[in-house]
């Protein structure tokens, strides 16, 4: 006999004992043992006991369903998928995190604060592969115009206008 007919017969045996039995004593003593009965067939059925469960909504991943003491539980939880994330450590920055295929990924991109930089006689470098948290502001100077500079002299690339007439030489003492 399969075990859903098995279920059956025990529920049908419950009932009838009940009423051959009559009164209370009749239903206690056939109920207990007919409830094991059935409980353990469908059991082995592949049914659950949900009675003992304690997830709740939110541990249950969105769009999926579980039953918890008996009553159907629909999930929230919003699972991201980040298998096709490309960033790197090295391009996150440092001390922050993200979530690249589905691992904590730890920032170690550098990071650099503004600073002030005034025109030199030398190159400055700023160097890549950083962050950059502020401003660099490179300082211009007011004076810095073509009527300034030597007719001829370029100096950031500012060509100079400025020309001096030469003095006439001095006559021979007369």
Same mark, same amino acid.
């Given at each position: 006999m399969s075990s859903g007919k098995k279920i059956t017969v025990g529920m049908l045996i419950l009932a009838l004992s009940g009423l051959l039995l009559g009164g209370a004593l009749g239903y206690v003593l056939t109920h207990t043992y007919m409830s094991n009965k059935v409980l353990n067939?469908?059991?082995?059925?592949?049914?659950?006991?949900t009675n003992d469960a304690t997830a709740t909504a939110d541990d249950i991943v969105n769009g999926k369903s579980g039953? +918890? !003491? #008996?009553?159907?539980v629909m999930g929230n939880? &919003? +699972?991201? !998928? @980040? %298998?096709d994330a490309t960033a @790197? %450590? %090295?391009v996150i920055v440092k001390g922050k995190t993200a979530y690249i295929n589905g =691992?904590? +990924? +730890?920032g170690a991109l550098p990071v650099s604060y503004g600073e002030d930089i005034m025109p030199t006689t030398t190159g400055i470098n700023v160097q890549g592969g950083q962050y950059l948290a502020e401003d660099i502001i490179i300082r211009g100077c007011k004076d810095l115009l073509a009527s300034?500079? &030597?007719k001829g002299v370029e100096?950031?690339?500012?060509t100079g206008t400025y020309y001096i007439e030469? =003095?006439? =030489?001095? !006559? #021979? #003492?007369e």
């Open positions: 067939e469908m059991l082995k059925e592949g049914y659950v006991l039953f +918890v !003491d #008996g009553q159907l939880i &919003r +699972v991201f !998928d @980040t %298998s @790197t %450590s %090295s =691992e904590l +990924v +730890v300034n500079i &030597r100096i950031f690339g500012i030469p =003095e006439p =030489e001095p !006559d #021979g #003492g």
